[in-house]
Each structure stands twice: as structure tokens, then as C-alpha cells.
């Protein structure tokens, strides 16, 4: 077992979760996968299909090259190997939504090998998901069986629609650690420009394979790669949020549990999670690959690609997640906690490094992280959509580390930023918010207020800590414009604690 490995305890003993998951990608493309159909959200039913969709008879399939591209982009992202040699083959199944009656994927010859995603858990530390694969392959149509009490409507829009197929290993041990897999998958598609991310849309959404075995077998199956040491599994179709994706992996969990401990077996087969009801329910009985009868399609060459294709793609990445995240502690001395908030999204990361610039990093995070996170999650909006650009936050910030403000001022004056009263100097002097800095000015409050207050400035001596007090009544007095730091060294001297 390892460390962060989670058991669950039955009536016959402990268990272990085993999870592996194949995520869908929808590819961030104009065009579908083999036609020249517009790929699009919100279009009316059947407004984006093309008589290949459609399966019209005659018509042929025709790679689009930027497809192809981005599955290359996605695989260099995911430190896989690049097969120069790939082809497309036919799935033999039946949809009423997919006119073909197959579908075109990959199946021994995929575009993209072996590779590897480092992620993070909640505590800090991290976990390696071995990629299997990536393959290319179309989408199906949606079937509607709300419209007619007696006949079910058919929407090709999404089919023939270009989708990246990752596989990974069953490497994950725990529902957080399958959830915090497809964030972080998530995050590097979306700053490698391949998929939008959008799992409400459907564009991205994961396949979960649930298995349950005896402490040990997990192990044992790392050592041998033989899959028999672990129990059967059940996958678990479109899930399409994170917290669905850990909600249905603990009742499937438990589901096995119950039925392997009261002496029965588990089928391998498809299941789907009803959030509603928070539990999964049987589809249809898991096909193997010999099910689908699998043949390399007729209509379509093999998959060639220049190497020197691939370098340039290669060449034309973005920085990544995990090397923005170590540039931004050793750039800025981030924590490793606020480097991987600010990098969740490239444009988060973006809008801190354009407020940071010349200023105090630390507090400039604090703000973006913080203040400006919470305005923006209350109004259902991206950082993109701010209506605070970053040279306003580094303008806040500028004030509080010259002294005119103070950091609770600080906090009213974003107020009235976020309510469009202006720029943060043109508020401060509207409102006269300016610290006061005048020792002659906070002298004589200090000295009124000792000599008001014997007995507390003799407690002051014996107690120091206790001059809290008379910070807190200078602020009151001076309605929180005076500079802490001034009334802190004022006060010392005339209490006698220097």
C-alpha cells in the first residue's frame, strides 16, 4: 500500500480502490475530424452536418490536418512519444445517432504513445499517471428522447466531431486522486490551446474504470504488469464534472464491496452515474475489442508525419504548467501553494505577472489570489473578464507599499475599485484616505491617550503585548488612517519599551 493509498473497510476486511480513466477531449477545431462541417456550440439541430456526417452514399472521409496538429501538440504536452506512423481504423457498433453505423478511431497504431502527467494532491505532494495512449476518433450525434413521447429525435451536430482519446493506466488510488488527475489534465489542454476544457459542455469528460481489490494486489500487479492481481473492473461513461467523477467512484467502490463480500462476482460492463440519485446503474455489458471488430478503415492512407513537422509544433509549445509553477517560486519566491493557484489558468498567470512587475510579488498574489478571486468567483467570472485590469492592482499595491495607504484602507479602496469609482490614487484622494504619517499630529493623540489611561500604560510595561490597545484607539481615533507602523514606534518610545 502506499502512502497515500486510501482503504476502505468492509465487513471482511480492507479494500483498495483501483482507478484508471479515458478521457474524452473535444480537439479545438473549426472543422470536424474528416469534413468540413463548422464545429460549434448552441447551433440549431442538424445546422452543422456535412453530407460525410451525414453518411451520405458516395461520400468520403478527408483528414483535417489542424486536428491531426493538435493531437500532436496535446502528446508533446503530455512528454509522449510521437508516432510518425498511425492509421485509422473502423469501430463496428451501432448508434442511431452515428449514421455510418461505425466508428472511425485508433486502435493498434495510435498518433501518440506512452507519456506521463505529474499531479498534485491537496497536501503538496504528487503521484505520476502513466498515459497508455492518445488516438484520434469522431464523435457521435445526441439522441433526444424528451421531445416525442413516442420517437426519439436525432441531432448530428456533434457527430464526426474531432475528439482526443486519453488513456491512462490504473494508477490512481483514491476518488481525489482520479478528480485532481483531470484538473491537471484539464490545465495543460488549455494552456496548450487543444481543447477549450469545457466539461459543461461536453468537451471534455472522462470514462472511469472502477476496480477493488485486497490490499497487496496492487503492488503485485506494478511488479508484473499482470492485470489478473487486480479485480474486475466497471467503466463508468461521461462524467462530466469533478465532483461527479469522485461521487460515482465511491458508491461504485461500494457497490463492488458489497457484492464481492456477500460471495457473488462482478460483471465487467458499462455503467452510467445519475447524479440525481448519486449512484451508478448498469448500461450494457463491457465489450471486448474483438466485440467492435476492429480493421483499418479502406477510405483512409495511413498516417504519415514529417519529423520535422513534429519538431516545429514542438518548438511552438507554451510554457507549461509544472515549469510555470517552478519559474514563478524561483522568480518571484512564491510559495509552492500560491505559484499553483495562480497557474490553475495561463490567464490568471498571465494577469499576476503583468501586477507583479516592479512590485511586491508576495502581496501583489495575496491580491489576486484572495480579494480579486472572490469578487470574480461572486460574479460567475473568468480573470479574462475582469473589470480590474492587472496595472490596477499593481497601482493598489504600489500605494500600500509607499505608505500613503494602509492595508485595511486598502481593502475600502477596492471596494470603490470594483464599484467603478476610479483608479486607486484618484480614490484615495477623493476620499482623503492618505495615511497619517505626521509624528507631530499622532504625538499628541498618543500622549493625550497615556495620559487618559494610566493605569493601562503602567499594564503596557509589565504586559507589552498589551499595547495592542493603544493601537487600536489611535486607529479609532484618526478613523484607521494612521500608519501602523509610525503609532507603533511613537508608542514604544513614550511607553518606555524601547
Known amino acids: 500500500m502506499t502512502e497515500n493509498t486510501k482503504q476502505i473497510q468492509g465487513r471482511t476486511g480492507p479494500w483498495e480502490i483501483v482507478l484508471g480513466l479515458e478521457v474524452h477531449a473535444q480537439v479545438a477545431s473549426n472543422a470536424k475530424l474528416f469534413s468540413g462541417a463548422a464545429v460549434g456550440f448552441g447551433a440549431g439541430p442538424n445546422e452543422q452536418v456535412s453530407l460525410v456526417d451525414a453518411a451520405m452514399p458516395g461520400m468520403l472521409p478527408v483528414i483535417n490536418r489542424r486536428c491531426v496538429e493538435q493531437a500532436i501538440r496535446t502528446g508533446l504536452g503530455l512528454k509522449a512519444q510521437i508516432n510518425l506512423w498511425s492509421r485509422f481504423d473502423r469501430k463496428n ?114 470514462d472511469v474504470n472502477v476496480s477493488v481489490c485486497r490490499p497487496g494486489a496492487y503492488e503485485k500487479y506494478r511488479a508484473t504488469g499482470d492485470f489478473s492481481h487486480l479485480g474486475t473492473r466497471c467503466e463508468i461513461k461521461n462524467v462530466n464534472s469533478y465532483r461527479y467523477i469522485q461521487q460515482a467512484i465511491e458508491y461504485e467502490a461500494r457497490r463492488q464491496i458489497e457484492i464481492l463480500e456477500d460471495g457473488g462476482k462482478i460483471d465487467q460492463e458499462t455503467r452510467l452515474f445519475d447524479p440525481g440519485k448519486g449512484e451508478t446503474r448498469s448500461m450494457r455489458s463491457k465489450e471486448e475489442a474483438h466485440d467492435y471488430r476492429y480493421f483499418p478503415d479502406p477510405d483512409l492512407l495511413p498516417l504519415e508525419l514529417d519529423p520535422a513537422w513534429v519538431k516545429q509544433i514542438e518548438a511552438s509549445l507554451p510554457e507549461l504548467p509544472d515549469a510555470k509553477k517552478a519559474r514563478l517560486q524561483a522568480q518571484y519566491g512564491l510559495s509552492a501553494y500560491d505559484a499553483g493557484v495562480l ?21 501583489v498574489a495575496n491580491w489576486v489570489t484572495n480579494e480579486l478571486a472572490a469578487k470574480l468567483s461572486a460574479g460567475g467570472l473568468d480573470i479574462a473578464e475582469s473589470p480590474l485590469p492587472a496595472s490596477a492592482i499593481a497601482e493598489l499595491v504600489a500605494l500600500i507599499e509607499e505608505g500613503v495607504i494602509s492595508s485595511k484602507i486598502a481593502k475600502d479602496v477596492f471596494e470603490r475599485m470594483w464599484a467603478g469609482e476610479g483608479a486607486p490614487r484618484e480614490i484615495v484622494k477623493a476620499q482623503g484616505l492618505e495615511q497619517v504619517s505626521d509624528t507631530g499630529a499622532l504625538e499628541k493623540i498618543i500622549e493625550d491617550l497615556i ?23 489611535v486607529m479609532k481615533a484618526t478613523g484607521g488612517k494612521a500608519n501602523p507602523g509610525a503609532v507603533n514606534q511613537l508608542l514604544k518610545a513614550k511607553l518606555g519599551l524601547e
Open 451 to 473: 495620559a487618559a489611561n494610566p493605569g493601562q500604560a503602567s499594564a503596557v510595561k509589565e504586559k507589552p503585548q498589551a499595547i495592542g490597545w493603544f493601537v487600536g484607539q
Open 93 to 206: 457498433y451501432f448508434y442511431p445517432d452515428l449514421p455510418q453505423g461505425y466508428q472511425i478511431s485508433q486502435f493498434k497504431d495510435p498518433i501518440v504513445g506512452e507519456g506521463e502527467v505529474i499531479v498534485e494532491r491537496d497536501d503538496g505532494s504528487t503521484f505520476t499517471v502513466r498515459i497508455e495512449r492518445l488516438h484520434l476518433e469522431q464523435d457521435a450525434g445526441k439522441s433526444l428522447h424528451d421531445q416525442d413521447p413516442n420517437a426519439t429525435y436525432v441531432d448530428l451536430n456533434r457527430a464526426g466531431t474531432a475528439l482526443m482519446e486519453i488513456v491512462s493506466r490504473p494508477d490512481m488510488r483514491t476518488a481525489e486522486e482520479a478528480a485532481a488527475y483531470v484538473k491537471k489534465l484539464r490545465t495543460i489542454l488549455v494552456y496548450l490551446g487543444t481543447c477549450d476544457g469545457d466539461m459543461e459542455k461536453g468537451n471534455l469528460r472522462a
Open 343 to 363: 497557474i490553475s489558468e495561463a490567464a490568471k498567470a498571465d494577469y499576476y505577472e503583468a501586477a507583479a512587475k516592479g512590485r511586491d510579488a508576495k502581496l
